[in-house]
């Protein structure tokens, strides 16, 4: 297991969410196969644009953003660089997760729609109360994946509490719900 860093190298206000696809895919070609490549949030659609590149054989989604299939696009969006603090725009984060800046311009491009056609291999999305619409259900039913609704549990929730884990470790084995 890699855990993987999608700033790592990058200059955040000047990335993109190409650069981020980027990042995953040269860190999956160091890995050996069979790979499952698993993301949360904005890494979710970042893992669901680099799965083909990365030659995953498996998703992992944890309440990704949806790409445009799920959410349309928005073309007025202005496309601009910089950095925002994600706390002043989501909210305070748990108690001993540590923030950091974000690319302004990645969170646009994600605003604006990013296609994804495809998945190229089975997927499982993981879900909650907070966002079970368009981060759970839609993204399970547009592209046939599996799908782990954890009630009780927001989106934080889905990588602090052990449940998350459990449901990617019971579809990894085959043995899901």
Known sequence: MQAIDL???LAVAHASMSNYTAVLH???ELLPQPRVVCGWSMGGLV???AAGRAAAQGLILLEPSPPAEVQGTD???ELTEGTFDPEQEYGPFPYGV????ESVLARRERKRG???PTLPCPALVVYGDEFAAERGRSIGERYGATEAYLPGLDHWGLVLDP???EAAARWLSGSEE
């Open 7 to 9: 700033q790592a190298g």
């Open 26 to 28: 040269r860190t999956a």
């Open 47 to 49: 893992a669901m644009l």
């Open 75 to 77: 073309p007025a969006i």
């Open 98 to 101: 540590p923030g950091r800046s």
């Open 114 to 116: 990013l296609s994804v």
């Open 163 to 165: 449940r998350g884990r």
